[in-house]
């Protein structure tokens, strides 16, 4: 028996000497590639080795190639560039999934076509059953007021029709959807929505942010394995354009379990950082539990609350420090009143967790930067890293107060590109100064996590990484951007979908970065989107998405 352990321990120390004098073998190393490692300490090398899903060597071929042993895989990447693994700061997961099913309404240029649309769905739909859409934005009509239900109660008398806006702050539904949800003339608007009435005060079908809840309680509920189902979807969809992680920006506690399931099976190809969508049950389950963090080996985390401070902007509920310039009796709205924002963060940093606050509106952001100043002075904490999400529009004196406080704004580029059409007839000429100001704040030494915010927008990360830089749409308009001062390095962009995400969410530590000892996720793309024209940008392709030295996707050549 003595001799056994013996034996053992003299294995085990030789074994640990040879380990000193030759590396252990790497599972792969990919040569002849252009990596931006994102690590200042060798920011572009040729070569890079993973072993037991972690970078284990960046550098040239020739070190690299010294780590190869009989198993080794060797990817020739041909010159083709690789970054890591890129992560959208800001997305909805779930509603990812579950609109690959719906009626994509996106690309749709009038009213008449979304009818068409839902025409077509309706020929192929059991009666009753509720047909559901989303993507329609009437700032894109030649008449940009709201839709009314009108036209979709008559081809669908029968079948309850919803239809989201882009933002996902507004719906328009039918009249069959409207009965079914037992709503009538008499139906008061909840505090923080908005019921848009015709002038007999009959609801015309457009309910705005808290409203909506007025129709959609009705809606049918998806099944345990339906959210399974749309969950792995979205994943997929995520991995094929080069997504290694999304912060999840507010998930009830189902669609978490949801998430923790998989993850717990290992099938869960995502690093999703799952906010806590603002519910009391559901946050004082999770603050008994604690902040959840890398679960799964690195594939869920839990230990961030999401609230709201305010609406969006294209359905005027971006709360305004002054009236909307295109309707002067309107400021906004306020989601969630001061007191709970602050009472909910400062119960968050008792907790040991972080808050990411949607804001939009200048009063919106200013409400939620006095809400965190004030937790913090009750519960002074060093290391918070609190967020407010969207920050489109900033007065001029809240700018500083975000590296004041130590408050990141995670931001969606992408929204500058759709929003510049009609954003200045909302706010007037003067406000657009302080609107998707990103150089603004990052002069004041902040980080910039960017994002997506999918559904509202399309899930490929390189739409924002393009605004970023550019601040055009994806037809290189206007030349040479808009307010173009505000305009991001490419350093900084893809900063802004790896590093600082990461730094964003407690991760820095193990992802964000080609460095040695973190996960191994990357992308190969079939361009260098650090050197090509800004108009080229959103022509690059994902040929491969590694998460842990794994590929999760390969497009097929
Ligand atoms: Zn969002």
């Given at each position: 028996?003595?001799?056994?352990?013996?034996?053992?321990l003299l294995a085990f120390s030789s074994s640990l000497a040879a380990q000193r004098a030759t590396?252990q073998?790497?599972?792969?190393?990919?040569?002849?590639?252009?990596?931006?490692?994102?690590?200042?300490?060798?920011?572009?090398?040729?070569?890079?080795?993973?072993?037991?899903?972690?970078?284990?060597?960046?550098?040239?071929?020739?070190?690299?190639?010294?780590?190869?042993?009989?198993?080794?895989?060797?990817?020739?990447?041909?010159?083709?560039?690789?970054?890591?693994?890129?992560?959208?700061?800001?997305?909805?997961?779930?509603?990812?999934?579950?609109?690959?099913?719906?009626?994509?309404?996106?690309?749709?240029?009038?009213?008449?076509?979304?009818?068409?649309?839902?025409?077509?769905?309706?020929?192929?739909?059991?009666?009753?059953?509720?047909?559901?859409?989303?993507?329609?934005?009437?700032?894109?009509?030649?008449?940009?007021?709201?839709?009314?239900?009108?036209?979709?109660?008559?081809?669908?008398?029968?079948?309850?029709?919803?239809?989201?806006?882009?933002?996902?702050?507004?719906?328009?539904?039918?009249?069959?959807?409207?009965?079914?949800?037992?709503?009538?003339?008499?139906?008061?608007?909840?505090?923080?929505?908005?019921?848009?009435?015709?002038?007999?005060?009959?609801?015309?079908?457009?309910?705005?942010?808290?409203?909506?809840?007025?129709?959609?309680?009705?809606?049918?509920?998806?099944?345990?394995?339906?959210?399974?189902?749309?969950?792995?979807?979205?994943?997929?969809?995520?991995?094929?354009?080069?997504?290694?992680?999304?912060?999840?920006?507010?998930?009830?506690?189902?669609?978490?379990?949801?998430?923790?399931?998989?993850?717990?099976?290992?099938?869960?190809?995502?690093?999703?950082?799952?906010?806590?969508?603002?519910?009391?049950?559901?946050?004082?389950?999770?603050?008994?539990?604690?902040?959840?963090?890398?679960?799964?080996?690195?594939?869920?985390?839990?230990?961030?609350?999401?609230?709201?401070?305010?609406?969006?902007?294209?359905?005027?509920?971006?709360?305004?420090?002054?009236?909307?310039?295109?309707?002067?009796?309107?400021?906004?709205?306020?989601?969630?009143?001061?007191?709970?924002?602050?009472?909910?963060?400062?119960?968050?940093?008792?907790?040991?967790?972080?808050?990411?606050?949607?804001?939009?509106?200048?009063?919106?952001?200013?409400?939620?930067?006095?809400?965190?100043?004030?937790?913090?002075?009750?519960?002074?904490?060093?290391?918070?890293?609190?967020?407010?999400?969207?920050?489109?529009?900033?007065?001029?004196?809240?700018?500083?107060?975000?590296?004041?406080?130590?408050?990141?704004?995670?931001?969606?580029?992408?929204?500058?590109?759709?929003?510049?059409?009609?954003?200045?007839?909302?706010?007037?000429?003067?406000?657009?100064?302080?609107?998707?100001?990103?150089?603004?704040?990052?002069?004041?030494?902040?980080?910039?996590?960017?994002?997506?915010?999918?559904?509202?927008?399309?899930?490929?990360?390189?739409?924002?990484?393009?605004?970023?830089?550019?601040?055009?749409?994806?037809?290189?308009?206007?030349?040479?951007?808009?307010?173009?001062?505000?305009?991001?390095?490419?350093?900084?962009?893809?900063?802004?979908?790896?590093?600082?995400?990461?730094?964003?969410?407690?991760?820095?530590?193990?992802?964000?970065?080609?460095?040695?000892?973190?996960?191994?996720?990357?992308?190969?793309?079939?361009?260098?989107?650090?050197?090509?024209?800004?108009?080229?940008?959103?022509?690059?392709?994902?040929?491969?998405?590694?998460?842990?030295?794994?590929?999760?996707?390969?497009?097929?050549?």
């Amino acid at each position: 028996m003595r001799l056994t352990a013996l034996c053992a321990l003299l294995a085990f120390s030789s074994s640990l000497a040879a380990q000193r004098a030759t590396p252990q073998p790497a599972d792969l190393i990919v040569t002849n590639a252009r990596i931006y490692t994102v690590d200042d300490s060798h920011p572009f090398v040729s070569a890079m080795a993973v072993r037991d899903g972690r970078v284990q060597f960046v550098g040239s071929a020739r070190e690299a190639l010294l780590l190869r042993g009989a198993s080794t895989r060797v990817i020739d990447a041909a010159g083709q560039t690789v970054i890591p693994g890129m992560v959208d700061a800001h997305g909805h997961l779930f509603e990812l999934g579950a609109g690959l099913r719906n009626i994509d309404l996106t690309d749709t240029r009038s009213f008449d076509e979304i009818v068409a649309r839902v025409a077509a769905r309706i020929k192929d739909t059991p009666a009753n059953r509720w047909v559901l859409g989303r993507g329609w934005d009437q700032n894109k009509w030649g008449d940009t007021r709201f839709p009314t239900h009108e036209a979709l109660s008559r081809i669908s008398p029968n079948n309850p029709v919803v239809l989201e806006r882009v933002d996902g702050h507004a719906i328009l539904a039918n009249a069959a959807a409207m009965r079914a949800a037992s709503v009538t003339a008499a139906t008061q608007a909840p505090a923080g929505g908005r019921i848009e009435r015709d002038a007999n005060g009959q609801p015309t079908g457009v309910f705005v942010d808290n409203a909506m809840g007025l129709v959609q309680h009705a809606l049918p509920q998806m099944s345990h394995d339906d959210m399974r189902t749309a969950t792995l979807a979205a994943i997929a969809e995520a991995n094929r354009y080069g997504l290694v992680g999304m912060h999840d920006a507010g998930e009830p506690r189902e669609i978490i379990d949801v998430f923790e399931e998989l993850a717990k099976a290992g099938t869960f190809s995502l690093r999703a950082y799952v906010m806590i969508s603002d519910d009391s049950g559901t946050i004082e389950h999770y603050f008994q539990r604690g902040p959840q963090s890398a679960l799964y080996d690195g594939h869920l985390w839990i230990r961030t609350i999401k609230l709201y401070a305010d609406g969006a902007l294209g359905s005027r509920g971006a709360a305004l420090l002054d009236p909307y310039a295109d309707d002067p009796k309107n400021v906004g709205l306020l989601k969630s009143t001061p007191q709970h924002l602050q009472d909910v963060s400062t119960r968050a940093l008792q907790h040991g967790f972080q808050v990411a606050t949607h804001a939009i509106g200048d009063r919106g952001n200013r409400v939620a930067l006095d809400a965190y100043e004030g937790a913090l002075k009750s519960v002074p904490t060093v290391d918070h890293r609190f967020r407010i999400e969207h920050v489109q529009i900033l007065d001029h004196a809240d700018v500083p107060r975000f590296a004041q406080l130590g408050v990141i704004p995670s931001m969606q580029a992408v929204h500058q590109a759709s929003d510049m059409y009609w954003a200045p007839a909302r706010l007037g000429y003067a406000r657009t100064f302080g609107a998707y100001a990103w150089r603004s704040l990052l002069n004041t030494g902040v980080i910039i996590p960017n994002g997506s915010d999918v559904p509202v927008e399309r899930v490929n990360p390189l739409y924002s990484f393009h605004a970023a830089v550019s601040r055009q749409d994806d037809s290189s308009w206007p030349p040479g951007g808009w307010f173009p001062e505000q305009k991001m390095t490419r350093d900084e962009a893809l900063k802004g979908m790896t590093i600082w995400p990461a730094y964003a969410a407690f991760q820095e530590t193990l992802t964000g970065s080609l460095t040695p000892g973190k996960y191994a996720d990357f992308v190969i793309l079939d361009r260098d989107i650090m050197t090509i024209p800004d108009a080229e940008i959103l022509g690059a392709r994902v040929f491969a998405t590694y998460i842990s030295g794994r590929a999760v996707f390969e497009r097929s050549r």
